[in-house]
């Protein structure tokens, strides 16, 4: 069972990364004026491949603890706000907006974080670095806002 149940998360997961192949980066990015610290194209992909497979195993671990429902809650939110990013940011090309996203996936992440410690510190150490990537993200988006 718990098998079947990463395997639901980890699906959930996928259709979040789908939106990075529905909306590639484009010229429209390549173009924008970017900070010295942009890590190359080729990362995001194995990144986000290491933090999906990292949310979708937290889920399913955390979906089996009673009184999960804020965290799975959060987990969810995070998610959603997770899968917007791309299409406003990249298909959308609003800067801005996706700062907003941004901001909003921040916060939900932290409160994802904080409600899984309260269920399995396991759990919650396996995703602490998640809000390390989410921050970076963020800063990234905040710099690519001022120089363009």
Request: charged share 10%; net charge positive.
């Given at each position: 069972m718990e098998a079947f149940l990463f395997i639901i998360f980890f699906a959930t997961c996928?259709?979040?990364a789908s939106?990075?192949?529905l909306f590639p980066t484009g010229e429209w990015y390549k173009?924008?004026?970017?900070?010295?610290?942009t890590p190359p194209d080729w990362l995001f992909p194995i990144a986000w491949t290491v933090f999906y497979?990292?949310?979708a195993y937290c889920g399913s671990r955390i979906a089996g603890i009673d009184n999960n429902g804020l965290a799975i809650g959060f987990w969810a939110l995070h998610l959603c706000i997770n899968t917007l990013w791309?299409?406003?940011f990249f298909g959308l090309k609003r800067i801005k907006a996706g700062m907003l996203i941004m901001?909003?996936?921040w916060i939900s992440t932290v409160f994802l974080i904080l409600f899984t410690f309260k269920l399995d510190i396991v759990?919650?150490?396996?995703i602490l670095p998640y809000i390390v990537w989410v921050s970076y993200a963020?800063?990234?988006?905040?710099?690519?806002?001022?120089?363009n």
């Open positions: 996928c259709v979040a939106t990075g192949m173009s924008l004026k970017k900070p010295f610290w497979t990292d949310l791309t299409p406003v901001i909003l996936l759990t919650g150490w396996i963020a800063a990234l988006n905040f710099s690519l806002l001022l120089k």
